[in-house]
Nanobody, 114 residues
């Protein structure tokens, strides 16, 4: 079965960096686009970044120039490098794939605070 497990979250000061990783299993990873979403307290879940099977990327306007999504098909992982973090980036971050239906990982908490 499809499994997605995020890691790398934590507490960071404004301006700092974090690198999130998502380990995927249960499907042919290289055949599927992957995305990162986030959900802040009291807000709707929103897409942050996406990467196609060919490596093309898209970003939410709020993170362009600060976040970078990448994938490693040999390791079945998708990563999110987050730089210049802001308090507004505080949220639970989710890795997701659409395969017949959308699958979600349990999420990893990112808190940006001084």
């Amino acid at each position: 079965q499809v499994q997605l497990v995020e890691s790398g979250g934590g507490l960071v000061q404004p301006g700092g960096s974090l690198r999130l990783s998502c380990a995927a299993s249960g499907f042919t990873f290289s055949n599927y686009a992957m995305s990162w979403y986030r959900q802040a307290p009291g807000k709707e879940r929103e897409v942050v970044a996406a990467i196609t099977t060919g490596g093309s990327t898209n970003y939410a306007d709020s993170v362009k120039g600060r976040f970078t999504i990448s994938r490693d098909n040999a390791k079945n992982t998708v990563n999110l490098q987050m730089n210049s973090l802001k308090p507004d980036d505080t949220a639970v971050y989710f890795c997701t794939v659409f395969r017949v239906r959308r699958y979600w990982g349990p999420g990893t908490q990112v808190t940006v605070s001084s």
